[in-house]
């Protein structure tokens, strides 16, 4: 038998943007990378409003098919989690315990997970710091910036070389909060076997902006416009910190107080808040509008003095926002009163079709729109290729992308004097590799 020494399965997020996991089995071990929802499926499950079991989040391909290592199960040593996105973690509940094994993450991660599912071992480790499973296995996690606190690039150690998992990353030069990607850390790497690479937007040929720049696009509509006596309305991705404290700041130049309205916008801060990653005790948060009706009339009355930060940019049928433009709430939304979508419109039939019935709705209310006021938190094709160029892994695997995001990202490695099928490779979900 061929003697191989480390093989890569990938189990979701090799044929699109989510469902992320990947294992990586290193001789007599293994460790799974990732569990994430693939958001598209999970909400129009959600819309059927049937159980949300194993077998139909599987079966509405919203969750990884993992029988591909039902082999590995006596090898597997732990499940190592990059962020506290859903497309990362949200699948833990219900693919964990069929693991007994611990879970390692950073300590705003962790804090994320076990508000959606109780987990037996959860072991924190700090950004910039390792874990050893074994004298074969360690991992360490270096610091990147992305849009969601304590994200990092997992770098596997191995006997026979490091393994970077590097999905959801960016090279942010200014970023709202935390500290910067860590290049120089990258640049110490000598020995990268395999970079698992971020393809989201390896088909966008330039550099993704700075968050500040998303900072600066709220400022210039939310200071440069005629917003005397209308609410200002903005939605963004819950899990977005940095954004929600850009627009807290901005809130206080206008002379308004920021209000953030929704269950998982309050989560996440929630979270930030413990950790002492932000301090936003001047805002006011509201859990679940709906059991907070008397406070919303109140707001409703001095609307103006308000910046109202909502879920629901993906035009989520449970979400706030979709609820105020339906009216099932006391809080209003009047003609001219601005709505700002700080996020993009994720590209899945579900999403798109959701978000559209949204912004009619949105547009029957006579209410001002601006959308896209938002800077992604996936680098883009220059800032790979800069990776790449100095972590100079000796193998490329492009993940985080359906087929055509995974063939740029193939592309742009062939550019750079790799070769297909001999040193960068494409998987579909269910395949691995040996290296
Ligand atoms: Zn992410």
Redesign the pocket.
């Known amino acids: 038998m061929f003697p191989f020494m480390i093989r890569i399965y990938g189990i979701g997020g090799y044929e699109e943007v989510g469902r992320n996991m990947t294992c990586i089995e290193v001789d007599d071990e293994a460790i799974i990378l990732d569990m994430g929802l693939y958001m598209d499926r999970f909400v129009a499950l959600q819309e059927k409003d049937i159980e949300m079991s194993y077998e139909n989040l599987l079966a509405e391909d919203a969750i990884p098919y993992d029988g591909v290592i039902n082999h590995l199960k006596n090898k597997i040593k732990g499940i190592v989690v990059s962020?506290a996105?859903l497309?990362?973690i949200g699948a833990i509940k219900w693919l964990y315990s069929r693991y007994n094994v611990p879970i390692i993450t950073t300590p705003y991660t962790a804090e994320i997970i076990e508000k959606n599912v109780k987990v037996k071992k959860l072991i924190r480790v700090n950004i910039n710091s390792g874990y050893k499973f074994s004298k074969n296995i360690a991992i360490d996690f270096i610091n990147v910036t992305?849009?969601?606190p304590q994200?990092s690039i997992i770098n596997v150690k191995t006997k026979y070389g490091s393994i970077l998992y590097g999905l959801?990353y960016k090279n942010d030069n200014h970023p709202i909060v935390g500290r910067k990607t860590n290049m120089k850390k990258l640049k110490e790497l000598d020995d990268v076997l395999l970079l698992i690479a971020d393809s989201t937007n390896a088909d966008e040929e330039k550099k993704t902006f700075s968050e500040i720049i998303a900072k600066e696009m709220l400022r210039d509509i939310m200071l440069g416009m005629e917003t005397d006596g209308k609410a200002i309305f903005i939605t963004t991705f819950s899990s977005h910190i940095a954004r929600h404290k850009s627009i807290l700041a901005i809130a206080k130049m206008l002379g308004r107080k920021a209000v953030f309205i929704g269950r998982s916008m309050y989560d996440y801060i929630e979270s930030a808040e413990k950790l002492k990653i932000v301090d936003f005790s001047e805002a006011e948060k509201i859990k679940i509008p709906k059991r907070s009706s008397k406070k919303l009339e109140e707001l409703n009355k001095k609307k103006n003095e308000y910046v109202f930060i909502v879920t629901g940019g993906m035009g989520e049928k449970n979400a706030v926002l979709t609820q105020l433009a339906d009216g099932r709430l006391p809080l209003k939304i009047e003609p001219q009163d601005f709505i700002i979508f700080s996020c993009n419109v994720i590209p899945t039939p579900t999403i798109q079709a959701n978000r559209k019935i949204l912004e009619q709705k949105l547009h029957r209310k006579k209410a001002r729109i601006f959308k896209d006021i938002h800077v992604s938190?996936h680098a883009a094709r220059e800032e790979l290729r800069d990776l790449i160029k100095i972590t100079q892994p000796r193998h490329i695997l492009p993940a985080h992308g359906s087929i055509d995001k995974t063939a740029a990202m193939a592309a742009l490695a062939h550019e750079m004097g790799y070769e297909l099928g001999k040193n960068v490779h494409l998987i579909q979900n269910g395949q691995s590799m040996v290296i």
């Open positions: 962020h996105h497309d990362h992305h849009s969601v994200a959801d938190g």
